[in-house]
């Protein structure tokens, strides 16, 4: 009997019990469809915290006040920056806060920052029309804003807001430029920012010199370790103590945040593969009952001589056939799942082709382990005892 007779007779045999022939195919549909959609949403997962961190900047490092850092971590901490550290493309010091800003009648609660032109450079933030923070205005102390594009709909729908008014407690800042859109993420609503000019801030809306951060820029990716251990060696000259400082590395926050997300995928796919064991284990049962049902078709079979090993290919080939149909199910499932919950959460999944042959090939290889053994009780009926079994 040949390969293509065989596998026309086991699509026959699982047609004729289609209700029996998709239950045992579902363990292999689920398992192959969690795998595909788990690693395709950890890939996802990865390349959102990726392109969030490249969009700040991989080579930046950001210093901020440690618990204890008092009134110390204030300009001076800039002036000595500046003066010292090699390797820097731009040095941007930030005080930040939530306020609640209002505008013809309408009113929200944002983030203000109080920066200087390079924040602009260093995080990289640019105006989509309008202007951006000038130096004249940080050294005029002038009541001027760059706003979110989100605040600029909340505020002012269906008007350009440039030369209009916002308030913030009492004080009064002239729009003067609107920021591209960051969008939305887990990291926040990148749209819903006020930045103005960081003496102002100070001065007029927080009322204290102290900085929330200070962000170093190094002028090449290939500088930021040694950037960084520049910035933690003058740090600790000036505090003495770690704990009143924090300095961190982007670069390593990358590499940190590449690793956590890959083990997380293999876990979750690994979790996921073990319903595949379970399909299997399916299969291997509903071949057993396969194998007891047809014992006298088997003894037919070989008493007008068919081989064993045609009886053993028969039965393997109808375990492959279930797993190979499940697999490509689950294929489409899991990759179509992945894709619509990225939608929903507003990540860019992709599946992934490896993903998707190592989930294929495993599950072809589950449908010939567990039905080996089916196949292999099959093949070494005594045909005579076949025959008579009613």
């Known amino acids: 009997m040949r390969w293509t007779e065989n596998a026309v007779m086991a699509l026959k045999n699982l047609k004729s019990n289609k209700v029996r022939s998709f239950l045992t195919m579902l363990g292999i549909i689920i398992g192959v469809g969690a795998v595909i959609a788990m690693v395709s949403l950890g890939d996802g997962a ?3 915290i990726t392109d969030k961190i490249s969009e700040i900047g991989s080579n930046l490092i950001t210093v901020s006040p440690g618990r204890n850092a008092g009134k110390q971590f204030n300009n001076h901490l800039v002036e000595l920056l500046e003066d010292e550290l090699d390797y820097v493309a731009g040095i941007a010091p930030a005080i930040r806060g939530s306020k609640t800003v209002e505008a013809r009648g309408n ?4 983030t203000i920052l ?3 032109p390079d924040y602009g450079t260093v995080r990289n933030y640019k105006a989509a029309f309008g202007s951006f923070v000038r130096d004249s205005d940080v050294s005029s102390r002038r009541k001027v804003a760059v706003i979110g594009s989100y605040l600029a709909e909340e505020l002012f729908p269906g008007v350009n807001p440039i030369g209009e008014e916002i308030r913030i407690g009492g004080v009064r800042l002239e729009v003067i430029g609107v920021l591209e859109s960051k969008g939305q993420s887990g990291f926040g609503n990148g749209d819903n920012l006020v930045f103005v000019p960081l003496t102002t801030a100070q001065e007029r809306i927080f009322g204290s010199n102290r900085l929330s951060e200070i962000n170093i820029q190094a002028a090449d990716a290939g500088y930021v370790n040694a950037v960084a251990a520049q910035v933690e060696q003058k740090m600790m000259a000036e505090f003495e103590d770690d704990d009143k400082y924090n300095v961190n590395n982007m670069a390593e926050m990358l590499e940190t945040a590449e690793d956590m997300t890959g083990i997380m995928t293999l876990l979750l796919a690994g979790i996921a593969g073990i319903s595949l064991l379970v399909g299997g284990i399916g299969i291997m049962n509903i071949m057993l009952v396969s194998v007891t049902e047809r014992i006298r078709e088997i003894g037919i079979r070989k008493a007008i001589g068919a081989q064993s090993r045609e009886i053993l290919m028969l039965f393997l080939i109808e375990a492959v056939t279930l797993s190979l149909i499940g697999g490509l199910a689950g294929i489409f499932s899991g990759g179509g799942l992945a894709v619509i919950i990225g939608k929903f959460i507003g990540w860019n999944v992709q599946v992934s082709m490896g993903a998707v042959l190592i989930a294929f090939f495993f599950s072809v290889a589950v449908g010939l382990f567990f039905g080996v053994y089916p196949a292999y009780k099959a093949s070494n ?10």
Not at 107 to 110: F, H, I, M, V
């Open 114 to 116: 109080g920066i200087t």
């Open 107 to 110: 009113s929200t609660e944002t």
């Open 46 to 48: 990865k390349q959102q």
């Open 381 to 390: 009926l005594n045909p005579i005892e076949a025959l008579r079994n009613e």
